[in-house]
C-alpha cells in the first residue's frame, strides 16, 4: 500500500468517527436531580411576578418526555405559555421551536434575536396558521445556565455543553419557550 491510499483510508476513517461521535453521547439518562419537585422549574426562568399555573402536558408531549433526557413542564399566566425543558445533558432531541410549529401547519417568519431589560437574549419569530383561521402566535425561546451562559438556538447549545461536559462543566440547563396570541 502506497503512502497516500494509507494516508486516504485513515482520513476516511477518521471523518466517519467523527460523524459518529455524538451519538455516542444521545443514550438516555437519568434526569436532573430536582426533577421530583417543583424546584426543578423554579427561579431561574419565571417572570417575576407572575402567577404561574402549571398545565398537564399534551399526549403527543407525554410521549416525547418519556424520551427526553431531563424534564418538561408548561406553565401559563392566563395570557402566555411557557414550555420549560430541563436537561443535565446535552440532547440532540432539543431543537428550535420553529421547527415544531412548522410541523404542527403554522408559517414561521424568519427568526430574530431579541434582548429584553434583562439582558436576556431570546429567538423570536411569528407563527401564523396555514387554515382559514390564520391565528397567529408571538414566539420567543432561549437556553441558558445557572452560570450565566446563553445561547438562542439549539445547536450552538448542543455543541457547547458537548465541549463542556469534555471538560468537566456541565449543566443543567434550561430551554424555555414563550407563546403568546399574536395580533
Known amino acids: 500500500m ?105 408559517t414561521v417568519d424568519p427568526p430574530r434575536v431579541r434582548s429584553d431589560g434583562k439582558g436576556e437574549h431570546w429567538r423570536c419569530f411569528t407563527a401564523t396558521r396555514k387554515d382559514t383561521s390564520g391565528a397567529k402566535l408571538k414566539v420567543c425561546e432561549r437556553i441558558f445556565d445557572a452560570r450565566g451562559k446563553q445561547w438562542t438556538d439549539a445547536s450552538s447549545w448542543y455543541w457547547s455543553a458537548l465541549m463542556a461536559k469534555a471538560t468537566q462543566a456541565s449543566g443543567p440547563w434550561w430551554a424555555v419557550t414563550q407563546v403568546e396570541r399574536g395580533e
Not at 32 to 48: D, F, R, T, Y
Not at 59 to 77: C, K, M, S, Y
Open 2 to 106: 502506497r503512502r497516500a491510499e494509507f494516508i486516504a483510508i485513515w482520513f476516511v476513517f477518521a471523518l466517519a468517527l467523527a460523524a459518529l461521535w455524538p451519538l455516542a453521547h444521545t443514550a438516555p439518562h437519568t434526569p436532573p436531580a430536582k426533577a421530583g419537585s417543583v424546584e426543578w422549574w423554579e427561579g431561574l426562568w419565571a417572570p417575576q411576578n407572575t402567577s404561574l399555573v402549571k398545565l398537564p402536558l399534551s399526549p403527543l408531549e407525554q410521549r416525547f418526555a418519556r424520551q427526553f433526557p431531563g424534564q418538561i413542564g408548561r406553565f401559563t399566566d392566563g395570557r402566555r405559555e411557557w414550555i420549560v425543558r430541563v436537561m443535565d445533558k446535552p440532547t440532540r432531541m432539543l431543537h428550535p421551536a420553529s421547527d415544531c410549529f412548522r410541523g404542527m401547519g403554522y
